[in-house]
């Protein structure tokens, strides 16, 4: 048999998703074929400070894995391919693979993907490119544009502009849409700093809760839609699982309803749709993957509308919830690959990426 890979694991992050990362992460170490992989843990404070953990995995969801942790780094030396503990900086630990099991901005948006890269060790899911184009949801939207996919309308808002001229802003999105509107900073994740705005004092709300959380704004038309989402998985040729249908407990899902809310979010696996419009959806799905540009896997996510049954793409999450009962794992389940089977394939597909960048 082949020698085991280092397999690095990247936990927690800077951002609102931090403990969604804990909760994924902790799938994938508990379900990850220890035959074939070596693992190491690294976790990355809220602060961002990156540190090496070898302790009882149940404590990296409850947070205290950070008290029994040690500083490390990961060089940007591409003769290395590993990380050291700074406390004996000559002990390098070889690493084959990363795997980023972290969400949202500083984690999916292709900053550690841009580290990873400079260090030059291979790692899984998108690269900088697609992972930052995907997270950025006003720049996403003219990728898809350009590709002919299809979407809602929206509107571009920029946080200045509120300062300036809010009445302009507010007349600009009436004269657009009518109400209610969605109101998202362009860069999160997690529905966090999202607004479904019925009236001009909710939006006026709205925005400036986005404003919070990035400079940029996206402003959309409500689609009443079913939410349907397919997980996507490969590099060159990539395949699109079958289809899931969430059925959210609150009036959208919400950050409340995708986590607080014990499950009362529905998943239904496969979504019950007809086989033609099934198919429809996943080849926009693998149209809006190749779009973007994103390799590894990627979950794409649409509204169908309840009443004319109209597609439209909402959004790809370069690295969706991985936990055993999220989406993308239960989808490839679902479509025939097991959640172990498929880290196996995510880590094939990084090192051919790497193979092939070389
Ligand atoms: N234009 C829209 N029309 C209807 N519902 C929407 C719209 N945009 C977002 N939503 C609702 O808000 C949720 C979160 O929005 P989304 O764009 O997916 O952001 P995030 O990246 O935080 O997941 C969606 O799952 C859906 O329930
Ligand atoms: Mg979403």
């Known amino acids: 048999m082949a020698r085991r890979l280092n397999v690095a694991i990247l936990f927690g992050g800077q951002s609102g998703e931090h403990?969604?990362?804990?909760e994924s992460a902790t799938s994938v170490i508990n379900n990850i074929d220890l035959?074939?992989?070596?693992?190491?843990?690294?976790?990355?404070?809220?602060?961002?400070?990156?540190?090496?953990?070898?302790?009882?995995?149940?404590?990296?969801?409850?947070?205290?894995?950070?008290?029994?942790?040690?500083?490390?780094?990961?060089?940007?030396?591409?003769?290395?391919?590993?990380?050291f503990l700074t406390e004996d900086p000559s002990k390098i630990y070889?690493?084959?693979?990363?795997?980023?099991?972290?969400?949202?901005?500083?984690?999916?948006?292709?900053?550690?993907?841009g580290l990873l890269e400079l260090a030059n060790i291979p790692y899984v899911g998108c690269g900088v490119l697609a992972s930052s184009t995907a997270m950025d949801k006003a720049i996403a939207k003219v990728i898809f544009a350009a590709h002919g996919l299809p979407q809602g309308d929206y509107m571009v808002v920029l946080k200045h502009s509120l300062k300036e001229d809010l009445d302009e802003v507010l007349e600009e999105i009436e004269h657009k849409f009518t109400y209610p509107v969605f109101v998202k900073p362009a860069n999160m994740g997690s529905s966090v700093g999202i607004t479904k705005a019925h009236n001009r004092d909710e939006l006026v709300e709205g925005l400036k809760k986005a404003a919070k959380y990035d400079r940029k704004i996206v402003v959309e038309e409500y689609i009443n839609g079913r939410e349907i989402e397919c997980a996507v998985l490969g590099n060159n040729d990539p395949?699109?699982?079958?289809?899931?249908e969430i059925i959210p407990s609150n009036?959208?899902?919400?950050?409340?309803?995708?986590?607080?809310?014990?499950?009362?979010?529905?998943?239904?696996?496969?979504?019950?749709?007809?086989?033609?419009?099934?198919?429809?959806?996943?080849?926009?799905?693998?149209?809006?993957y190749k779009?973007?540009?994103?390799?590894?896997?990627?979950?794409?996510?649409?509204?169908?509308?309840?009443?004319?049954?109209?597609?439209?793409?909402?959004?790809?999450?370069?690295?969706?919830?991985?936990t055993q009962i999220s989406m993308y794992p239960k989808l490839w389940e679902a479509t025939g690959i097991p959640y172990s089977k498929l880290i196996d394939c995510l880590i094939?597909?990084?090192?051919?990426r790497f193979k092939e960048k070389q």
């Open 239 to 244: 395949k699109a699982s079958i289809l899931g």
């Open 291 to 322: 779009a973007l540009d994103c390799s590894g896997l990627a979950r794409v996510d649409f509204f169908v509308d309840k009443e004319n049954e109209k597609v439209y793409l909402n959004e790809v999450n370069t690295m969706p919830g991985f």
């Open 19 to 22: 403990e969604v990362s804990l």
């Open 94 to 113: 070889p690493i084959d693979v990363v795997f980023p099991v972290m969400h949202g901005p500083h984690a999916e948006d292709g900053t550690i993907q």
């Open 35 to 83: 035959e074939r992989y070596n693992l190491y843990l690294i976790g990355i404070t809220k602060s961002g400070q990156w540190r090496y953990y070898d302790g009882d995995v149940s404590k990296i969801v409850t947070g205290e894995w950070e008290k029994e942790s040690k500083p490390a780094v990961f060089p940007g030396d591409p003769s290395y391919r590993g990380f």
């Open 348 to 352: 094939e597909l990084a090192q051919e």
């Open 251 to 288: 009036e959208f899902y919400d950050y409340h309803a995708k986590y607080r809310d014990g499950g009362k979010s529905r998943l239904l696996i496969p979504a019950p749709i007809s086989d033609s419009k099934s198919k429809e959806i996943q080849e926009i799905a693998i149209k809006a």
